[in-house]
């Protein structure tokens, strides 16, 4: 190879990488997304006048019953933009602990009975659309905040994963961070729609997971019985030192260096044949799932929604469940090419 030809490519290669500024600039920027999130998430006064609010337009409906309002979602969590919504769930008759993997009769009824209710309440909630589906919603905007709501009333596994979420960026406070910036990526690279929050927090806890950061979701949940049809929410509250696991400090290196990993691990990671796997917290051939799963998993659905999809991520709790179920095609190809050209780009190594 001609010597000024060797040279114009490791001058090409020196200047790909980020300049101390450029770093710097990455994450003051990642901590101001960050201290935005918190700040949402730290609104206690907000979150109450809401849930105080639906349950006072829900109670006409409901009278005799109990009606418990829960908060989940990004904002919960600490990890959302500027425009995430606010999900709900309302436990009306204390039904936490009944398990359906179908919409029965009775939760479409409640979705009629809720939907009717945010309507006769015009001065406080704009109704915009029921959803149907598994899981079905109403989906309203609390007009004084003007706060998009995803009313479920179906799923209480919700509420305990949205404590075993927070529980493990407690462990592990990256994580957030992670997740932060990747919500953040996803929207610039136009990809969003596909691989939404809750999707990246499951990828960010399994990659973790790999490199021995977090401990699996079995570990978490071994010898607990199940509390909501066969699926655990619950979870032991084990300290990092208990686990023989270091916390990985939350710095602006550390936060380029575990994003530089995610890009780099997802790039190449054979969608087509394995399942992202927080509850195992390693790959598994998606024809060996069910044969690794515990036996409650073989009760509904027996893994057939894995099969026959571009991607398969297991959710934490509802192990049946394949949350990149809805990703075609085109939308993986393009995630994949995106991780690509970060690992070549700012996040190369």
């Known amino acids: 190879m001609d010597r000024s030809f060797k040279l114009a490519i490791n001058i090409r290669s020196d200047s790909d990488r980020p300049t101390s500024k450029a770093r710097r600039n990455f994450w003051f920027s990642l901590l101001n997304d960050v201290r935005r999130a918190t700040k949402k998430q730290d609104n206690v006064s907000l979150n109450q006048k809401i849930s105080n609010e639906l349950k006072k337009t829900l109670r006409p409906e409901f009278p005799s019953q109990l009606i418990q309002i829960h908060l989940f979602g990004s904002r919960i969590l600490g990890i959302a933009g500027d425009d995430s919504d606010l999900d709900i769930y309302v436990d009306i008759g204390n039904c936490s602990g009944v398990y359906s993997d179908k919409p029965t009769k009775k939760v479409l009824e409640q979705q009629m009975v809720i939907a009717q209710a945010i309507r006769k309440d015009p001065s406080k909630w704009a109704f915009l659309k029921n959803c149907e589906g598994r899981c079905p919603l109403v989906v309203v905007r609390h007009k004084n905040s003007n706060i998009q709501c995803d009313i479920s009333f179906s799923n209480s596994m ?128 998606r024809s060996n799932l069910k044969y690794m799963m515990p036996q409650r998993y073989r009760q509904f659905g027996n893994g057939r929604r894995f099969q026959n999809k571009q991607v398969a991520i297991q959710d934490l709790v509802h192990l049946n469940h394949n949350k990149g179920a809805s990703i075609n095609k085109s939308m993986l190809d393009c995630f994949v090419e995106k991780c690509c050209l970060e690992s070549q780009g700012f996040f190369k190594t």
């Open 158 to 285: 919700t509420c305990g994963q949205i404590k075993l979420v927070n529980y493990i960026f407690e462990l592990q406070p990256i994580a957030r961070y992670m997740v932060v910036y990747l919500r953040g990526w996803a929207e610039r690279q136009q990809i969003h729609s596909a691989f939404r929050s809750h999707l990246l927090v499951l990828m960010v806890i399994f990659i973790l997971q790999v490199r021995r950061h977090l401990p699996t979701i079995y570990m978490l949940q071994n010898g607990l019985k199940p509390d909501v049809g066969p699926w655990i929410t619950k979870f032991c509250n084990f300290k990092l030192f208990e686990l023989n696991i270091e916390q990985v400090p939350v710095n602006g290196y550390q936060a380029r260096k575990k994003l530089a990993d995610f890009f780099s691990f997802y790039s190449t990671f054979n969608f087509s044949k394995f399942v992202v796997c927080p509850y195992l917290g390693k790959k598994v051939l």
